[in-house]
């Protein structure tokens, strides 16, 4: 007899595989994303433009007392020393917007995105959208030593997360409109859209996923299309290309960035040394900004190139035109001016002076270099502290391109960014980004790998209302207590044991009970002789993946929640069922759609 074969069904003779079997878990919403991406774009190509525009027209204002947008930079200024004064002015304008309007203005931008989707469900509010861009003019355009790359940042996510939150998306579509944005304002400022779009897969997105690169890639192409008629075409920084580099020019790349990966973890020390010394000031943070404002103006004063966003300084070491002396004045003033004036706590950027810092030192190194060209490898320093400092290899290679169109040296700087990072990574644990973020008791994690336990907190998902019974209690007392059922003890498997102070002393389980029940008839024996003392417990703000690898090795299944500053005092009770909660979490942000004030 014939018999049928458990085949998949056909039509029209085509196979038709399960949805679980496809290699993507992509639907139909991505065209709706990337339609709203088509609009996210071009809005956040109009904010670049009124943020270069708003620079230029402060700029003027400030350093030539004139009413013009027509580029300028503060170098040319006739103040003397009165110029020290200008970024003090600018300062406290910032410091008052941030203190009465939104402290989240304050920083360099990266951070504060970061923040908004790991911890505010990608939700920007309509006020930082406004006040982030027009701090971050009165910063750079009155001197401040910054780039506008971070504020546009922001200022685009912030655009795109207000866009989301008219419309009943998750969390995570929200994410990718706010990342959107964010990409967006970057390669509308550079004319860098392939660089942009890396940057959101190497820093904000924390996944690899075609819904969220799909609307972000046509974000980041509309804009850097819109770029063309409202700022012009790029390279931003055009460069007679390069030969393509020989063997010992590649050798000597690693070199430069070995010697970057250095560099960039002093400066990642620098700026939070002196964001620690402002912390220590008997005066409201309002005030930082302007203090620290002092410095640049008298920085600008020994060097005028550190003053401003500096693009005509990046473009001069690429050309070469800035050797000698001249590279180390301005190297270490740049590189001191933005650390003490990023760790008061300002509005600006760090793309722009990373591409200084690193130039300058490129530069200063390759005049000892028998081979190539001081604009050689100012490029490649310029591409090394980038990938060493932000961590973003990928991005800082193709941005490096992107900017001057010297497609020829794609593999030196790809070594040279590689080695910065792999410095970088072994000396210091957090980048310049997230290590903002750690201060303020959050965790990140930037190695690529997909797992819902290294985001999630052990807070985030214990039960607070914790099970617990007296020392003293008698084991066959607790035992009754369980068989008839009692709501507070028969739910889990672990009840935690406490003395008269409520103090933690030990945990019981049910086979705790039923092992002593079977090997010793004492009807007198308590809870804390039949329990356990030798505790394993959690605290509330690590990692969830850290708590289940402590559960893993000791093989148990449950862990008492202990303050960190008081390993006695009960906080939580971490279960099997408080972990499967998390996975719970994560469904619901891709799944769960509300508006964005719900």
Known sequence: MQTESAAPPALNGHV????ELADFSTNHRVLLLSAMALVVGAISSFVAYALIWLIAAITNLAFYHRFSAAPAVPQGHHLGYWVVLVPVVGALIIGLMARFGSEKIRGHGIPEALEAILLGRSRIQMKVALLKPISAAISIGT??????????????????????QQFNLSAAERKTLLVAGAAAGMSAVFATPVAAVLLAVELLLFEWKPRSFIPVAVAAIVASMMRVPLLGAGPIFPV????????????YAAGIGVLTGFAAGLLTILVYAWEDLFQKLPVHWMWWPAIGAVFVGVGGLIEPRVLGVGYNTIHSLLRGELLGAVVIGLLVAKALVWAIALGSGTSGGVLAPLLIIGGALGALVGTWIPTGDPGLWALIGMGAMMGGMMRSPLTAMVFAVELTRDFNLFPALLIGSVAALGVTVLLMRRSILTEKLARRGHHVTREYSIDTFELARVQDVMDEEVPSVPAGMKLTELSDRIARGDADLSQRQGTLIVNEQNRLVGIITRGDIVRALRQNHDMEMSVAEAGSRDLVTAFPDEPLQVALTKMLNRNIGRLPVVARNDPMRIVGYLGRASILSARMKLHEEENLRQRGGA
């Open 16 to 19: 038709l595989f399960k949805d």
């Open 143 to 164: 001197g401040g030593p910054f780039g506008a790359e971070g504020p546009i940042i922001m200022t685009g996510g912030a655009f795109g997360s207000i866009l989301a």
């Open 240 to 251: 007679v290309a390069h030969a393509a580099p020989s063997a010992e020019q590649l050798a």
